[in-house]
């Protein structure tokens, strides 16, 4: 009997780019910076599944040869699902040694499951396994390079959809299969959309502006701050910037003012320091406060206030945007904290936005009735006409309810020219097309789980395989991820 990969913790799909900087002079030639900036982002995949996925993170490190980079160290218990439709700064390190790396580590102290009843009360908590202990070591399929006086942003994309395939072992304890995907975007912008929380300090008479990282959106911790230092982005709007004040209304650039407190929603890149921030420095990134900025946001919404001053609200469309009154109807799902007996009206306003949940903007006629969404709304209560949201922002994910098969077996036979492969399962022999696969080879006899990006040629006949794919037309299974044993 072949042993099961059940325990596997995650796949991780890794795209590395090099790139190159420089900074400095020696003798009248250029001389590169020995160091370059890397930022980490978290973001996950939104899944109906659970109500919230509590990870406490206490490291995050890059390794390579003779090298071991801290990016963070601490304890921070983050609500993943929080993060399912945008990512989030998480940690930055301005002192990371250019060089070829090879790895990236991650440390989790705990993975907790928690549902919720109608009225957002705790219904169930779940505390799942870790497998070496919460070590986990994500490999590209061979080494990346961090080029001197680059900057870079590392995304790590928990796919909790796919990651909440749960199995009960003998003992009663739940083994769940976190599925990671990193992308690392050397000197280019993030994918997806991002929100930073903090306060505005500093204003330009351009358009932007800089905020100070104060707390982190998806922290667990009821005051959400983060770590002892702040961190700060450039921030720049144009004629599309949506801007929204507390209540929910409409406000312009000049009704903000430092000292605010903001969350920016838009797409971060590094920041160019040739870049004039309109404040008369010609983007000097010290602004007198002894602080170096190294990433922008190119803002799509500011939304003003303290974190929660716009809930975010998670539904499903009810009636399309009426083009007169410029309003649509939504059915909150349940455990959000509100009840209601029926369908609630959202308004829009002329700069409101919608976007899908990998960050494509997209119109008030894909609002249409069934599509699952997520608004960023102030509730406007009258007493006499109806209640309201009104809403700066909406996110679509149309595809939230489709639901994924999961194989598990052996390999029977492959065949890299078709992008196919036979396996056998407890019902039966199936067959798999691998063409749009993501494939990672998952290692657990360690000291830590490694997963390495790999192909189809690295499968062979007789290796354990999980398999999460959808059924297609010709009878096999589209295969979206495929988990080896490595």
């Known amino acids: 009997?072949?042993?099961?990969?059940?325990?596997?913790?995650?796949?991780?799909?890794?795209?590395?780019?090099?790139?190159?900087?420089?900074?400095?002079?020696?003798?009248?030639?250029?001389?590169p910076a020995q160091f370059a900036t890397v930022g980490i982002a978290l973001t996950d995949a939104p899944t109906a599944d659970v109500d919230q996925a509590l990870a406490t993170i206490t490291s995050i490190e890059l390794l390579g040869e003779g090298r071991r980079v801290v990016l963070f160290s601490g304890v921070e218990t983050i609500d993943l699902l929080r993060l399912a439709d945008y990512s989030e700064l998480f940690a930055v390190s301005e002192e990371v040694p250019a060089g070829t790396y090879n790895k990236i580590r991650l440390q989790l102290s705990s993975l907790e499951l928690v549902k919720l009843n109608h009225d957002g009360t705790i219904d169930e908590t779940i505390d799942a396994k870790l497998v070496a202990n919460g070590k986990i070591d994500l490999n590209p399929q061979g080494p990346f390079y961090v080029a001197p006086g680059a900057t870079l942003v590392i995304t790590v994309d928990f796919d909790m959809k796919k990651s909440l395939k749960i199995t009960e072992t003998g003992n009663g304890r739940i083994i769940v299969r976190p599925v990671i995907f990193v992308d690392i975007a050397n000197g280019l912008p993030a994918p997806g959309l991002t929100r930073i929380?903090?306060?505005?300090?500093?204003?330009?008479?351009?358009?932007?502006?800089?905020?100070?990282?104060?707390?982190?959106?998806?922290?667990s911790d009821e005051d959400r701050r983060h770590g002892d230092e702040d961190r700060c982005v450039r921030v720049s709007t144009d004629a599309a910037t949506g801007?929204?004040?507390?209540?929910?209304?409409?406000?312009?650039?000049?009704?903000?003012?430092?000292?605010?407190?903001?969350?920016?929603?838009?797409?971060?890149?590094?920041?160019?320091?040739?870049?004039?921030?309109?404040?008369?420095?010609?983007?000097?990134?010290?602004?007198?406060?002894?602080?170096?900025?190294?990433?922008?946001?190119?803002?799509?919404?500011?939304?003003?206030?303290?974190?929660?001053?716009?809930?975010?609200?998670?539904?499903?469309?009810?009636?399309?945007?009426?083009?007169?009154?410029?309003?649509?109807?939504?059915?909150?799902?349940?455990?959000?904290?509100?009840?209601t007996d029926g369908p609630l009206a959202a308004q829009l306003y002329p700069k409101s936005r919608i976007f899908s949940t990998d960050g494509f903007e997209l119109s008030r006629l894909d609002l249409a009735t069934g599509t699952r969404a997520i608004a960023d709304a102030v509730l406007a209560i009258s007493g006499a006409s109806e209640d309201v949201f009104r809403t700066s922002l909406v996110v679509l994910d149309p595809d939230l309810g489709t639901s994924e098969i999961l194989l598990n077996g052996a390999v029977l036979d492959v065949d890299v020219g078709a992008q196919r492969l036979s396996m056998s399962t407890a019902s039966g022999d199936r067959c798999v097309?691998?063409?749009?696969?993501?494939?990672?080879?998952?290692?657990?006899?360690?000291?830590?789980?490694?997963?390495?990006?790999?192909s189809l040629d690295d499968l062979v006949p007789g290796q354990n395989i999980d398999v999460f794919g959808t059924e297609g037309l010709g009878g096999c299974l589209v295969a979206s991820t495929i988990l080896a044993e490595g």
């Open 433 to 454: 097309d691998t063409w749009t696969a993501d494939i990672f080879l998952v290692d657990d006899s360690g000291g830590s789980l490694e997963s390495t990006r790999g």
């Open 1 to 31: 009997m072949h042993r099961s990969i059940s325990s596997v913790l995650l796949a991780v799909a890794l795209l590395t780019v090099a790139a190159c900087g420089g900074g400095g002079s020696t003798g009248g030639v250029a001389a």
């Open 197 to 219: 929380h903090g306060e505005i300090t500093a204003m330009g008479d351009s358009g932007e502006l800089r905020l100070c990282q104060t707390a982190l959106i998806s922290s």
């Open 243 to 339: 801007i929204f004040g507390e209540d929910g209304l409409p406000k312009e650039y000049f009704q903000l003012a430092v000292g605010d407190e903001a969350t920016i929603i838009g797409r971060l890149r590094p920041w160019d320091h040739d870049e004039d921030d309109g404040d008369g420095d010609s983007g000097d990134d010290n602004d007198n406060d002894g602080d170096s900025d190294r990433f922008a946001v190119d803002a799509y919404i500011i939304e003003e206030g303290p974190l929660g001053t716009f809930k975010r609200l998670a539904g499903v469309v009810t009636t399309p945007v009426n083009p007169v009154t410029d309003r649509f109807g939504i059915d909150l799902a349940p455990g959000q904290g509100i009840v």
